[in-house]
């Protein structure tokens, strides 16, 4: 089953979940986890695929989702803590206050989805694609996020302290008021990034782009670290940041 949805909605269809067949599978999860496993079944679904599928407000945790094609699927207020969707198609998903703590999204598609509110915490986003992804007040906290692809996406407001951010991409993203505190932002890319009234306290933007930010001001460029590599803009022209001594 293709991880991505086909140009054709007949051709997408093909090989779906039903309605009914999801429900029952949603059901005999949560019988697996109240039991502890004596009853019921987990979700193992790896690969399949769910396009429009409905999940509102499911208890998710432990589900094997990789690489299931979810794409605009509803799965608002759900809880998937310690789910796997690595590699999973969730572009255009509905994902409002979803719990997403210790989740496995390595590489997994996320382009214009809805996820305000979302908890990130200890989940693993290595290389994925947040394009224009609603992430308002989300909560990153040691949340592993190194090159993932956050072009234009919007996470004013949200909490990312102390995760690794290490070569993102945050080319126009909206930065306004995020919690950036002690995470590591090494070789991140802020290409027209809007990052006014971020707090940076103890971030690490060495070998970081910062040349087209904008809102950047002296005192966030005080409370972080960078080295020789961290490209400022112009009017920062000869400012020196003090470096992070290695641990």
């Known amino acids: 089953m293709p991880n991505f949805p086909p140009s054709g909605d007949r051709e997408a269809e093909e090989g779906k979940v039903s309605a009914d067949e999801l429900d029952r599978l949603i059901i005999s999860h949560g019988l697996w986890l109240s039991s502890d496993g004596r009853d019921g ?24 989702l990789a690489g299931a094609c979810l794409f605009n699927a509803n799965l608002r207020e759900c809880n998937l803590a310690h789910a796997n969707l690595a590699r999973a198609n969730l572009e255009g998903a509905s994902m409002v206050n979803v719990d997403l703590s210790n989740a496995k999204l390595a590489r997994a598609k996320l382009d214009t989805a809805v996820i305000p509110g979302a908890n990130f915490e200890n ?10 992804t609603n992430l308002l007040s989300a909560r990153f906290f040691h949340t592993r996020m190194r090159g993932a692809d956050l072009t234009d996406a919007n996470l004013a407001g949200a909490t990312a302290r102390e995760s690794d951010l290490d070569e993102v991409d945050l080319t126009e993203a909206k930065l306004m008021m995020v919690d950036f505190s002690g995470t590591s932002l090494r070789g991140a890319v802020f290409a027209r990034a809007v990052i006014f009234g971020a707090t940076l306290d103890g971030a690490d933007l060495s070998d970081a782009d910062l040349r087209s930010a904008q809102g950047l001001n002296q005192e966030q ?24 001594l290695s641990s």
Request: charged share 20%.
């Open 41 to 64: 079944a987990k979700m193992e679904m790896p690969g399949a695929n769910i396009i429009y599928g409905g999940f509102s407000q499911a208890d998710l945790r432990e589900a094997n």
């Open 221 to 244: 460029l005080d409370a972080a670290y960078g080295n020789r590599g961290t490209k400022l803009p112009a009017e920062f022209a000869g400012h020196a940041m003090t470096e992070k």
């Open 123 to 132: 989940a693993d986003l290595t290389g994925a694609y947040l394009r224009m």
